[in-house]
């Protein structure tokens, strides 16, 4: 029987699926407009189609790998619902006090109120019971106290609750027991504990991170076994970049929040590895955002900082930066009378004007397809445009404005450019990275767009189109090896670390033999949090497996003292006066999963000849024919000049004046400003 893996990733307007036959090595590529009143809907439609281009049945998919936005989509849109907490007595004002966090800057801190609370202080309740912060009981667990909130929530119908008890990640018999509580006096309450959702200190980003898992619970819990029941194998994507099984994902939702994303990025990471490029800038634009990300030596860049909306999250995950700026964002004048673009977006539904499904506003699709720079339709004629539609969109916005449609049209182009500009140097300049030293892999159906504006803004050496460029998060999943993160807490000059090391590694071994791989393939990845005695945050560093002995801990230290230096420029190796202090280690368990293997294209070149003209406009108010190229029909080292316009299924490239695109050995374009030093 035939081995179909399938790759399927939700976005905001259209759902893409990827399929390899394991048997073959044929790879196939579809889409299917997203539907997000009911997102499996999108998805299944998607699992029929792709199998149609196979000629498969269902029961030969061995596998499926989902990047799902649900959660994320739950936590941006605020939808958290009737949630409970239950933490330490004495610490029932967790959440008001939060941290000192100004988001932007000192000089704006009068005018800055926090957030409000993720749980409202009525539906916050306290349990006696206290430990040290080296989990030494101080004083019993109230059982009875327990007991008697957890009927109290059962009578409020509060049916979501996470619990968090002070210092539970060095002992987690208190949030244990009050879980037991709560399957005897609330048997139908989704229950999330910080123990097992982050075993971490820092009290109100540890609660937060729980409360946010408890939140999307019950939603992944529907989602997921609405889906997952009628395929094979069911993997979800994990923002740390691995996937882990759709049983194992619900019991913490938390770390799907950028699950495409995630995958776009490692799907890039690949293609840059096969161009010859190890490090790269990722750039994924789709329908309502784009996100990016960079990849330095083959790997995208880890963070524990970061945040969904307005909740941080410390869990681990691909450090990505997302802007409003995807072809649904929405141009709009603002009270002074400029022009703005996003990050509110039209989405799937109504979407764009051309869609002709009810929009009433211009958007960055709208602009390109005004100035020719898309086709009238899009799949390959699968989604016609009504170009007409954008046509008095754009005509009506310019009139507001007192410009012409063409300049109007060119400025929300030239707005989203910058705003994704602006995203990019987020994740190089902000972190100390000339943008200048990296290509860009620009993909998603609109990031190829602006990619030759971004290299003109930027400074960046080249920009690579990957094949498929609308479908590389879908292909992304398909690469991604199973990946569970499992994290410790120290805070301490002592460095007995051996058995939290074994620890952690059997805990990850146990979850990789459930997820059904044999012991030999086990991957173990160590790394640790550390920081100079005195010092309020930590660096983060890989250590080396072996034994934990002396060498390893020097090893460990030196690395350290090298990256505080990287990042902050100075370190203090050489001074004993500074002691190294251990905060946290961490053990990530790996089980590999084959990757679709990348062909190269034979030596032969084609006529380069173009499938046809277009009327495109480029500069300001210059309209000319411009040459339509299919990409299918593009060989190794073909070169193109710009003007041109270069068509796919999924994604358009414009190339510009003064831009060439050649083809490389494995099908990707690769665009450079012509005269330019490669």
């Not at 909130?149 to 509060?158: E, L, N, T, V």
């Not at 020719?372 to 954008?390: K, M, Q, S, T």
């Not at 690469?479 to 051996?498: A, I, P, R, S």
């Not at 074994?502 to 790394?527: K, P």
Request: proline share 6%; hydrophobic share 40%.
């Amino acid at each position: 029987m035939r081995r179909i893996r399938i790759g399927i990733d939700t976005g905001g307007t259209f759902t893409d699926v990827v399929a390899v036959d394991e048997g073959s090595g044929e790879i196939v590529t579809t889409k299917t407009p997203s539907t997000p009143a009911d997102p499996a809907e999108g998805f299944m439609t998607g699992v029929r189609k792709v199998l149609g281009l196979l000629n498969a049945d269902r029961d030969e998919v061995s596998s499926v790998s989902h990047g799902t936005t649900v959660a994320t989509n739950q936590l941006l849109e605020d939808r958290i619902g009737d949630l409970g907490f239950i933490t330490t007595e004495g610490f029932e004002f967790l959440l008001e006090i939060a941290r000192q966090s100004v988001p932007d800057g000192y000089g704006n801190s009068y005018f800055w109120v926090k957030p409000p609370r993720i749980v409202p202080v009525h539906r916050v309740r306290a349990v006696g019971g206290r430990l040290s912060h080296t989990g030494e009981e101080l004083r019993p667990f109230d059982r009875e106290g327990a007991a008697e909130i957890a009927r109290w929530f059962r009578d409020q119908g509060i049916d979501t609750i996470g619990v968090c008890f002070l210092h539970s990640y060095a002992n987690a018999a208190h949030e244990l027991a009050m879980r037991e509580v709560l399957r005897s006096e609330h048997p139908g309450a989704v229950v999330s504990l910080s123990c097992e959702v982050l075993r971490e200190y820092r009290e109100y980003e540890r609660s937060v991170t729980t409360l946010v898992d408890a939140a999307v619970k019950p939603t992944m819990i529907r989602y997921l076994g609405n889906i997952g029941s009628e395929l094979g194998t069911f993997y979800v994507m994990k923002s740390n970049g691995g996937v882990l099984s759709a049983e194992e994902v619900v019991h913490q939702p938390i770390t799907t929040v950028l699950s495409g994303p995630a995958a776009g990025a490692l799907g890039a990471a690949l293609v840059a590895n096969t161009a010859g490029a190890g490090s790269v800038i990722t750039l994924d634009g789709g329908g309502t955002s784009t996100d990016v990300a960079v990849v330095i030596d083959g790997e995208p860049a880890l963070t524990t900082e970061g945040s969904i909306g307005r909740f941080p999250s410390k869990i681990p995950m691909i450090d990505i930066v997302t802007v409003g700026a995807g072809g649904g964002s929405i141009a709009w004048i603002s009270p002074e009378g400029t022009l703005k673009v996003g990050p509110g977006s039209a989405g799937a539904d109504p979407g764009p004007l051309c869609y002709g499904r009810g929009g009433t506003e211009v958007t960055v699709t709208d602009a390109h397809a005004y100035l020719g720079r898309i086709p009238p339709h899009l799949l390959g004629g699968e989604v016609p445009l009504d170009v007409g539609a954008a046509r008095a969109g754009v005509e009506g916005l310019a009139a507001r404005l007192g410009l012409t449609p063409e300049r109007t049209a060119a400025g929300i182009l030239e707005i989203s450019a910058f705003n994704q500009a602006n995203a990019i140097r987020q994740v190089t300049v902000k972190r100390g990275l000339d943008v200048r030293d990296y290509p860009m892999v620009a993909f998603g159906g609109s990031g190829p767009l602006l990619a030759c504006r971004l290299l003109d803004i930027l400074g960046l050496p080249a920009a690579i189109i990957p094949v498929n460029p609308g479908n590389l998060s879908a292909f992304g999943l398909l690469t991604v090896d199973v990946k569970n993160d499992y994290v410790q807490t120290l805070v301490t000059t002592e460095l007995d670390l051996g058995g939290v090391l074994a620890d952690l590694e059997n805990l990850a071994r146990r979850a990789l033999i459930r997820e059904g791989f044999a012991e030999e393939t086990h991957g173990l990845v160590r790394s640790a949090d550390l920081r100079y005695f005195g010092q309020a945050f930590e660096v983060r560093v890989g250590a080396p497996d072996g034994p934990v002995d002396e060498a390893f801990r020097s090893q460990v230290a030196g690395r350290f003292h090298d990256e505080h230096e990287r990042l902050y420029g100075y370190c203090y190796r050489d001074d004993p006066r500074h002691t190294v202090e251990w905060v946290n280690v961490r053990v990530s368990g790996i089980g590999p999963i084959r990757r679709p293997e990348l062909t190269e294209l034979p030596e032969t070149r084609s006529a380069g000849r173009a499938a046809g003209y277009r009327s495109v406009c480029f500069d300001e108010a210059a309209w000319r024919d411009t040459p339509v190229y299919r990409r299918t029909d593009l060989s190794r080292g073909d070169l193109i000049d710009g003007p041109a316009i270069i068509e796919e299924y999924g994604s358009t490239l414009p190339l510009h004046p003064g831009f060439s695109a050649e083809t490389d050995a494995y099908g990707n374009l690769v665009i450079r400003q012509i005269g330019a030093i490669e």
